[in-house]
């Protein structure tokens, strides 16, 4: 009979423990994850008339003055092609024929350019599938060499998480290189934080963080949310 009830709080104990387990994530689940991920990196760009001030609400005509920085460079890469308001360039300098009171008052509400943007052939030929004549997103590059150095499990409330570094390998596309990748190169690595959906029972990505191997991160996204701020 002692031995009968030691086997079934044995059992018991393995059928508890098993229904209290971190659900599983491997490293080859990972690398697939990431990947998929990292081949999908993209940077946006809008077409079409933009007024240049403190905030970007491309879809109602406004940029802000980084994005416009960015896309005066992405014209000098032969990406955008862009041009000028005339009349408004004429009355920033001064120019009394060229007055109205709406120039006035965009002036006033801090428009620094009022410009038109347009996609060359080779933004087309860079972007993600389903570009169109008013915006596309910039394929960043090739991923390759995806090796998963970290992968820990944590627990925040009642949310299975998993602390993931891996390292990898990029092929910049060439434009994008030169606007963002000479802070990164070809080695880089990703630190990422995924969460798992007991719905769904799927594991996503909620935050990460890019460096390069050899330097420190770009951003600290993943640790604040760790940290709970």
């Not at 080779?122 to 972007?127: D, G």
Request: charge should be positive.
């Amino acid at each position: 009979m002692k031995s009968f009830l030691s086997i079934l709080s044995a059992l018991l104990c393995f059928v508890v423990g098993s229904t209290n387990a971190a659900p599983s994530l491997s490293d080859g689940q990972i690398k697939e994850l990431l990947s998929g991920h990292l081949a999908g990196l993209c940077h946006s760009v809008h077409a079409g008339k933009f007024d240049v001030t403190n905030r970007d609400d491309p879809n109602n005509g406004r940029i802000s003055r980084s994005t416009y920085e960015q896309y005066l460079q992405l014209k000098q890469l032969g990406v955008l092609s862009i041009s000028h308001d005339k009349r408004y360039e004429d009355y920033k300098k001064g120019g009394r024929g060229s007055f109205t009171w709406d120039q006035w008052l965009d002036q006033a509400d801090g428009t620094v350019a009022k410009i038109t943007v347009y996609l060359t052939p080779r933004a087309k030929e860079i972007a993600k599938p389903g570009a169109s004549g008013s915006y596309a997103c910039l394929k960043e590059g090739a991923v390759s060499s995806v090796s998963v150095k970290k992968n820990e499990p944590r627990q925040i409330g009642a949310d299975d998480y998993r602390v993931v570094v891996a390292t990898f390998r990029k092929e910049w596309t060439p434009e994008l290189f030169k606007l963002f990748g000479k802070d990164y190169g070809s080695e880089m690595k990703i630190l990422a934080l995924f969460r798992h959906d007991p719905a769904s029972g799927k594991w996503q990505m909620v935050e990460s963080d890019l460096g390069s191997q050899s330097g420190e991160y770009a951003s600290d996204d993943v640790n604040r949310i760790l940290r709970g701020k």
